[in-house]
């Protein structure tokens, strides 16, 4: 008498699927720390005055649910950053300056994020043998 | 040399521009009249990137980031404007938060058909937080991007067919 056997794999599946997303959203926001960092590394004006400070700022969060799905978070703690990116009346130059670095480099490698995210994840949930 | 650009008209990224700063600058709100010249004293002080060095305040700063996709053979390109209404003192930041909400009352739907086609469609708006030096902290700002749809002239009607 022959018989079929059946197993359900979706606990495996949710639990590789949960790791992958993580690692994959980890991949993703790695890039985009490596594209900002490169972006800084000239500094905002001339380049005489780089100190690097900004540029080994760059970090990036865990990965945290929020209401959509899993998020993480691509900055830096250094407050004169945002001053740059948005734009300031600076007191000392006595003019508007402006250098935004993170919507580009954001902008600029969103399709290699997302294809890194993609192939993380999948091989996460591929090496489960699912 | 100077050339007057006729508004409304995309056949050209100043073109752009113009037309975008001349329809903020008409528009009026429903159902009290109000405009953005008028709240900033009668002076259109609306400035592409950046403003003069000796700009007065509150002033407007718009900004487009423009993007063609392959999917509409590049005559379709989905923009990020960015409008920054700027002030000084703090105190006004109050009147500042009213001049955004007339820029959010033209660009929140805002559809220019009549030279090649603009439209927008959602927006984000936030507050700038106070800023430390070297930034001049009496300096407030509210920013708001729109997502805006641009089928431009300089890419349809004045380019020629890729076929």
């Given at each position: 008498m022959s018989s079929v056997e059946f197993t359900d794999k979706r606990l495996r599946?949710?639990?590789?699927y949960k790791s992958g997303r993580e690692a994959g959203l980890i991949a993703a926001a790695q890039i985009l720390v490596n594209v900002v960092a490169r972006k800084l590394r000239g500094g905002y004006t001339s380049g005489t005055f780089v100190t690097g400070n900004v540029m080994a700022s760059v970090t990036k969060s865990q990965p945290y649910p929020d209401g959509e799905g899993m998020s993480i978070n691509v900055g830096t703690n250094v407050r004169y950053a945002l001053f740059w990116e948005l734009g300031h009346h600076n007191i000392f130059t006595r003019k508007y300056e402006r250098v935004p670095i993170w919507q580009p480099a954001a902008e600029e490698c969103g399709p290699d994020c997302a294809a890194a995210f993609t192939r993380v994840a999948n091989r996460h949930i591929e090496a489960g043998g699912l | 040399m100077t050339?007057?650009?006729i508004t409304p008209s995309t056949a050209s990224t100043e073109a752009i521009y113009?037309?975008?700063?001349?329809?903020m600058l008409a528009y009026q709100r429903i159902p009290d009249g109000i405009t953005i010249q008028m709240l900033m004293g009668g002076e259109a002080r609306v400035y592409v990137r950046a403003a003069p060095p000796t700009v007065k305040f509150p002033y407007i700063a718009m900004r487009l980031q423009r993007q063609?996709?392959?999917a509409y053979n590049g005559y379709r390109e989905a923009c990020m404007l960015e409008i920054q209404c700027i002030g000084r003192p703090e105190s006004q930041l109050v009147l500042v938060s009213q001049i955004m909400d007339?820029?959010?009352?033209?660009f929140l739907g805002y559809r220019q058909p009549n030279a090649g086609l603009m439209f927008s469609r959602e927006r984000a708006r936030q507050t700038i937080p106070q800023f430390s030096q070297p930034a001049d902290k009496d300096v407030v700002g509210e920013i708001a991007q729109y997502q805006l749809i641009l089928w431009p002239q300089v890419l349809t009607d004045l380019r020629p067919n890729p076929s």
């Open positions: 599946f949710y639990s590789r | 050339q007057q650009i113009a037309t975008l700063r001349a329809d063609s996709s392959g007339v820029v959010d009352g033209l």
